[in-house]
């Protein structure tokens, strides 16, 4: 359990964002480098430049995956370096989502040497572990690819929640694309031309018309405007616009019916990139023997929108679950609970005992 920490602190060294591909390789080595030390068989998948480590049983099946990611979100260097400070982990990706990372190679060392003081091989592990490099831009090249050539019980995503909170829902995820044209005939005069961006700009502030937050505890759509461009360089009215749109929905939306409703109101052409369903769990032996071993955990359902989703794509039965880190990922003072860290471990160190006398069935 020792190792953890230190391990975090190494992952968190690697400045591991999509702007930097390189240091997403380099990450993905450090960790094959661990696998290779305690000869731990894995596979690497590597799906369009997107490195994913998958350690399962030979067959492909495993009654429980675990699974977590190494991309973090763009940050200066500063953040890189990890500072350990009141029982708390600074640094980018401590909460989201290198504990995860340490924590679960450290699980997986700890029970293969078990497993060997018994004669037995990686293939009798009750578990697998899956750690992917995309999910902080979408995911749909690392677990939407990966869980394809998986066959699991039960999955457990260590990306969200806390010790107290197993989320068992979270919102599916719509991505748009706006596109607006203009009229300008190469017009210097902007009062002779239509302007693709103002266009663009006047459908945009319409949209947010569809996204009042009026529900408790943020359950309800919500919409963030994550590119805008136009393609200018100079001075210019610009002739086309473009958007993207990420639209996080719940089970009361039909988004069928609201995309219909922008495409009649809006300017711009909508055009649909990808969707993906809500996570929504449901009844699972594995949760209730988790739910029995951690007495002051519940289950509860949290706004955001990570991996999960495409459990629910494959029929895989999962949670969301994960350390404490006061919310703080993506933010200037990220952190993780080290006590949290520990408590986690104890928690699924027990489970995963328990899965190797086979305390559940499906």
């Known amino acids: 359990m020792e190792q953890i920490i230190p391990l975090t602190k190494d992952l968190i060294r690697f400045k591991s964002m999509h702007s930097k591909p390189v240091e997403i390789r380099r990450c993905v080595t450090f960790i094959e480098n661990f696998l290779k030390t305690h000869e731990i068989e894995y596979r690497l998948l590597d799906h369009p430049k997107v490195p994913s480590i998958l350690v399962v049983p030979s067959s492909g099946f495993v009654p429980v995956l675990l699974m977590s990611h190494i991309d973090v979100v763009d940050s200066p260097d500063e953040r890189f ?101 203009g009229k300008t005939d190469d017009d210097p005069r902007p009062w002779h031309t239509e302007n693709a961006l103002e266009k663009l700009v006047d459908d945009y502030i319409k949209i947010r018309t569809y996204f009042v937050r009026s529900v408790p505890a943020h359950w309800h759509r919500a919409v963030n405007i994550s590119r805008i461009e136009s393609g200018n360089r100079d001075h210019r009215v610009p002739k086309y616009a473009e958007a993207m749109l990420d639209i996080r929905y719940t089970e009361n939306d039909n988004m069928e019916a609201f995309i219909a ?90 489970f995963i005992d328990q899965l190797a006398i086979g305390a559940t069935t499906v």
């Open 261 to 350: 409703k922008m495409q009649k109101e809006l300017h711009s052409t909508v055009v649909m990139e990808t969707i993906t369903p809500i996570f929504d769990e449901g009844p699972s032996s594995y949760l209730d023997l988790l739910l029995a071993i951690s007495k002051n955990t519940a289950v509860g359902f949290e706004d955001g929108s990570n991996d999960a989703r495409f459990l629910s794509e494959y029929g895989i039965k999962g949670i969301i679950w994960g350390a404490d880190g006061d919310q703080s990922q993506h933010s200037e003072t990220e952190h993780v609970n080290v006590e949290s860290i520990y408590t986690l471990y104890h928690i699924l160190n027990a």
């Open 81 to 181: 370096v990890p500072v350990e400070k009141d029982q708390r982990l600074y640094g980018r990706g401590s909460l989201d989502d290198k504990y995860a990372v340490a924590l679960s190679l450290v699980l997986l060392k700890k029970h293969l040497k078990r497993l060997r003081k018994q004669g037995k091989r990686s293939d009798d592990l009750p578990f697998g572990i899956l750690i992917t490099s995309d999910e902080e831009i979408g995911g749909f090249n690392g677990a939407k690819k990966a869980l394809q050539k998986i066959k699991t019980d039960f999955c457990i995503v260590l990306d969200g929640g806390s010790i107290e909170k197993i989320v068992v829902k979270e919102k599916g995820l719509l991505r748009l694309k706006l596109i607006s044209r």
